[in-house]
């Protein structure tokens, strides 16, 4: 959410944010939210006019009452209770007000870097760089699922029939990789000095509202049905919402998180769930690294922050590259982000296997969360978030790069001690 600041003084530098991002039904709101807050700094001055002018009479009525003057006393009681009712209405319009004004600022998308390359969607996205060498080796590799399922490791019939679409049991070799990734990835960012967290997988909306935009909690979120609760659909949403409503002291920062948890999703949109995959499903495990630091080592943290997926990578031997996220296909809170994509060798491209995304200060003024400075003012901190790993994604990305001719599948030296001293399943 933007600082309504920066409205009231560079309205134009907002509306040509909102063009960059192709959201030009936006463009309304900005004066929508110029003209309430006008009306709501008149109702605040009338409020604090009336205030003083009541406490001045309420003082005079005593002296009026000693001297007799009881109708000129009566008088000013009426006056007094009619300023009463007045400043009660104001305020109720007052209240009314700032709620539009917040409905209207939330949807107004925060300001993007302007290094970010202007762009209507993802098609537009730009590779930055390339990291190892792609390989297709001169054997086919098959379909993820028929590789698992050659392996005895994965059952989507069963999961049909318990859950539907988008769930599986993984199971045997497959599933015991599954959890090595994942304990790989959870000392992998403690040993760069993460402090690991297992945090709650369900939370109230007004960390939803705080932490993600309207369109991304729609087409994301499950909701629980007769309580304030949804089920997350990634660790961040809990990690930047245990600070809603703090203070921190600016020595604390910057605080590195990493957290694995369980993420629930809808996966509402044109992609669709897949009936025989794991790339896009609505149940799956990830490890989340999470910063919130001070607004001037944001850009900093956040070329840390993807260097450590990449890095991790790597380190099992996945070629991957970084892809700079258009202006059009970053979500409304993001000052910037980059995704993270490992190669196919099946499909002879690159995909998604996680994103890093710099909010800025959009969370924290969200969520209420401030720091006390070294001059003890207090400000909003930056909050940064990326994916280390999501193991169905990265099962795919795993599966097919360390695919060998006799079917096996290599374990890289990193794994081995999560998967039983093991060097390959087969």
Known sequence: MLDIKLLRTEPETVKENIRKKFQDEKLPLVDEVLELDEKCRKAKTRVDYLRSQRNTISKQIGGLMKQGRRDEAEAAKAQVNAMAGEMEELDRSIDELNEQIRTRMLVIPNIIDPSVPIG?????????????????????????????????????????????????????????????????????????????????????????TGVMSFAEMENMMYKIEGEDLYLIGTSEHSMIGKFIDTILDESELPQTLTSYSPCFRKE?????????????????????????????????????????????????????RTLEC????????????????????????????????????????RLGIRVRGANKQNYFPHTLNNTVVAPPRMLIAFLENNLQADGSIRIPEPLRMYMGGREKIG
């Open 268 to 320: 509402v949109g044109a992609h669709g769930i897949e009936e025989r995959g794991v790339y896009r499903i609505h149940q799956f495990e990830k490890q989340e690294m999470v910063v919130v630091c001070k607004p001037e080592e944001s850009k900093a943290w956040y070329n840390r922050l993807w260097q450590n997926s990449v890095d991790f990578f790597r380190s099992l031997d996945i070629p991957v």
């Open 120 to 208: 209507r969607d993802d098609s537009e996205n730009v590779e930055i760089e390339r990291f190892g060498e792609p390989v297709v080796p001169d054997f086919e590799i098959p379909y993820h699922v028929d590789i698992m399922e050659r392996l005895n490791g994965i059952d989507l019939d069963s999961a049909r029939r318990t859950s539907g679409n988008g769930f599986y049991y993984l199971k045997g070799d497959i599933a015991r990789l599954h959890s090595a990734v994942l304990s790989y990835a959870r000392d992998f960012m403690i040993d760069r000095g993460f402090t690991y967290y297992v945090p709650p997988f369900m939370i109230r909306s007004s960390v939803v």
């Open 326 to 365: 258009c202006s059009g296909d970053l979500a409304d809170l993001k000052v910037k982000s980059c995704d993270v994509e490992a190669w196919s060798p099946r499909q002879k491209k690159y995909f998604e296997v996680g994103s890093c995304s710099n909010l800025g200060d959009a969370q924290a003024r």
